[in-house]
């Protein structure tokens, strides 16, 4: 099983900020089969990227994904308030399609 | 409008069976694969099981293995989960969701690059005596 780890678990940043998460695998996760997920309280998650960088449909440009192997990053370059939120790494490069534990963004 | 929505939630005592079901509408549910996740109170995201267009494949997470069963009717647009040998730790909101594989023309391609990202609203199973 692929065992993914997400730093820090939470981020305390002001509006306007630069938000850095990361997301690290157990091993490497092929063909970087990494999804980048945004939930809202009491909502689904959404899914912002998939196969690591590649953005889904409706994700702003403020927000990118990087990486391959087993170190991931979502990058938010500028704080916008929608979007403090618990973020979730998953990946689905395996039999088991495990989810990291979250990183919470929250409001400083 | 793409749509999936799951019922069937309630509650349960410990040792105790549910069956959990999602009615999936504005797509080809028949070229999608379909997964459950699940998120306890207070908690993470948990990836519950996996089930491939045709059926044919089938994964679960290690904490429900023996115990959970996914299947699907592609006639009537639905995914299951039944759910036996209940545990208080399997209370959480269950949610269903597309992908991420998509099948046409007898071609199956992984990733959501092909597939689509859809979740239900979730439904609630609470397991307690």
């Known amino acids: 099983e692929i065992v993914l780890t997400q730093s820090p678990g939470t981020l305390s940043l002001s509006p306007g900020e630069r938000a850095t998460l990361s997301c690290r695998a157990s091993q490497s996760i092929s063909s970087s089969y990494l999804a980048w997920y945004q939930q809202k309280p009491g909502q689904a998650p959404r899914l912002l990227f998939y196969d690591a960088s590649s953005r889904a449909t409706g994700t702003p440009d403020r927000f990118s994904g990087s990486g391959s192997g087993t170190d991931f990053t979502l990058t938010i370059s500028r704080l916008e308030p929608e979007d403090f939120a618990v973020y979730y790494c998953?990946?689905?490069?395996?039999?088991?399609?495990?989810f990291g534990p979250g990183t919470k963004v929250d409001i400083k | 409008e793409v749509q999936l929505v799951e019922s069937g939630g309630g509650l349960v005592q410990p040792g105790g069976s549910l069956r959990v079901s999602c009615a999936a509408s504005?797509?080809?549910?028949?070229?999608?694969?379909m997964k459950w996740v699940r998120q306890g109170p207070g908690k993470g995201l948990e990836w519950v099981s996996y089930i491939s267009s045709s059926s044919s494949t089938i994964y679960y997470a290690d904490s429900v293995k023996g115990r959970f069963t996914i299947s699907r009717d592609n006639a009537k647009n639905s995914l299951y989960l039944q759910m036996n040998s209940l545990r208080v730790e399997d209370t959480a909101v269950y949610y269903c969701a597309v992908g991420p594989e998509y099948c046409s023309g007898g071609n199956c391609y992984w990733g959501y690059y092909y597939s689509m990202d859809v979740w239900g609203q979730g439904t609630t199973v609470t397991v307690s005596s």
């Open positions: 504005g797509f080809i549910f028949r070229d999608y694969s």
């Open positions: 998953q990946q689905y490069g395996s039999t088991l399609f495990t």
